[in-house]
């Protein structure tokens, strides 16, 4: 993709504009998804880089209204017991400024719930190199994709996460590692009042 120089900074510019008004939604409407967003995002998402190009990672896309009341209601068992018993008193209070507990409506609000695998080795599946890594730029894309269609994400991780092969009928070399609910904000949504780090914080030039 050939940019002229003297273009590339205000190109760059223009994407962080765009980018920096993303902010984690957790309440949704019922307003329908635009046809055709959720599987360019996915393509999308698809194009990071990835280890030995394996490209080892699998979208599940749920919209039945079934299934995912099912979604929600595992992960819901699972944050009871987060939130109860297995995060220690400084996670809780790291977490207390963005008001969560283990209710997640926004597993049935939202018009669709995007459950990201890594595909480990398999029967049928090669061995993938820094999974992790790979997995974890394809989300950040896919999240760079819904926000610029004008869609608001939440990226969630109930913890742990083997419920998920169930409710998405994925074999045991899947593993989920994010589950983003994706939609419109709800009228009158709300989101905590979080400053960004400035570029001296962040980047370092030597
Ligand atoms: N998975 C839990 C807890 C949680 C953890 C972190 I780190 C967050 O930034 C937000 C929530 C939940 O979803 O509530």
Redesign the pocket.
């Known amino acids: 993709m050939a940019v002229p120089a003297h273009e590339a900074a205000d190109r760059c510019r223009s994407f962080h504009d765009v980018m920096a008004q993303r902010r984690t939604v957790r309440d949704f409407a019922a307003r329908p998804l635009p046809d055709g967003v959720v599987e360019w995002a996915v393509r999308t998402a698809s194009t990071a880089p990835s280890g030995a190009h394996v490209q080892p990672w699998r979208f599940v896309v749920v919209t039945d209204p079934a299934r995912k009341r099912r979604l929600r209601e595992a992960a819901e068992a699972e944050?009871r017991e987060?939130y109860a018993r297995r995060?220690s008193p400084e996670?809780l209070a790291?977490?207390a400024p963005?008001g969560?507990?283990?209710r997640?409506p926004f597993l049935e609000d939202a018009p669709a719930v995007i459950v990201v695998f890594e595909v480990h080795k398999g029967p049928d599946t090669p061995r993938p190199y820094y999974t992790k890594e790979s997995v974890g730029i394809a989300v950040g894309l896919l999240l760079a994709a819904l926000h610029q269609a004008g869609l608001a994400t939440l990226t969630?991780?109930?913890?742990p996460m083997r419920f998920l092969n169930e409710v998405c009928e994925r074999p045991a070399e899947e593993r989920a590692a994010y589950v983003i609910p994706v939609g419109y904000p709800a009228e009158g949504a709300r989101v905590p009042d979080l400053r960004r780090k400035g570029l001296e914080e962040v980047l370092v030039r030597m």
């Not at 969630?156 to 913890?159: A, Y």
């Open positions: 944050e987060f995060a996670w790291a977490l963005l969560t507990d283990w997640k969630h991780t109930p913890s």
